[in-house]
């Protein structure tokens, strides 16, 4: 069986069922297993446990992203992913912890969303 996505081929027991296609793990994340965008007690809990450090507490690829995001003012996710060289789920899985700590935040502006750092 392949992926309906990426057309990998799959072993039996690797086949992930997604709105009745399959998937392999890859791409079933990248479509269907995204962090919420608004979850509060998420935000809650990633402040606690920064316990105020802010950037300070976050892993390499978390620090390049929010540096990055910081440097440029404002920017797009798609100049994220570019500039660090990820996948969109390897970008959402930086992205999340930044968010849920409140360094950053993404703003609509003109119709065009923008990843901006709040600290």
């Keep these: 069986m392949r992926c309906s996505r990426c057309g990998r081929e799959l072993a039996e027991d690797k086949v992930y069922a997604y709105q009745g296609k399959p998937y392999c ?7 269907g297993l995204h962090a919420g965008r608004c979850e509060p007690w998420a935000s809650y809990l990633a402040t606690k446990e920064l316990g105020g450090k802010g950037a300070e507490a976050l892993t390499g690829l978390q620090k390049q992203a929010y540096d990055f995001i910081k440097g440029k ?3 797009t996710r798609a100049d994220v992913r570019k500039n660090l060289k990820l996948t969109e789920a390897e970008l ?13 935040k993404e703003r609509s502006e003109a119709g ?5 750092a709040v600290r």
């Design 25 to 31: 793990d890859d791409c079933l994340m990248e479509i």
């Design 73 to 75: 003012g404002k920017t």
């Design 92 to 104: 959402d899985a930086q992205l999340t912890p930044l968010m849920f700590s409140e360094l950053v």
């Design 112 to 116: 065009k969303r923008y990843l901006v």
